[in-house]
């Protein structure tokens, strides 16, 4: 068995991993936001959050995590959509500025 320490351990070496994807998925969502701007686009769109749950929960190989990763999806959503509404909306104010 391993020692709490070792566990621990273990965990900021995934959370070191996750923080390198996040912000690779945060380049992303930044990209889908200037899209959007320069495309008048909707930052919701239901029907592609609707597959991306889908999807994911899916793969998802131990089932008995579900409830949880559906939730932490979920967050991800919520946090890349307040991203893009926070940088259309500096972009906005910018383009108002010049």
Do not use: P, T
């Amino acid at each position: 068995m391993k020692s709490l320490d070792e566990i621990r351990n273990e965990i900021d070496a995934i959370d070191a991993q996750m923080r390198v994807l996040f912000e690779q998925r945060m380049d992303c969502i930044q990209a889908v936001a200037e899209y959007k701007y320069s495309n008048h686009g909707n930052i919701f769109d239901q029907s592609r959050e609707e597959k991306m749950l889908e999807k994911n929960l899916i793969q998802l190989k131990n089932k008995n995590y579900g409830k949880e990763y559906e939730r932490f999806l979920h967050e991800i959503l919520v946090s890349s959509k307040a991203y893009q509404k926070d940088w259309i909306q500096k972009k906005e104010i910018d383009e108002r500025g010049k």
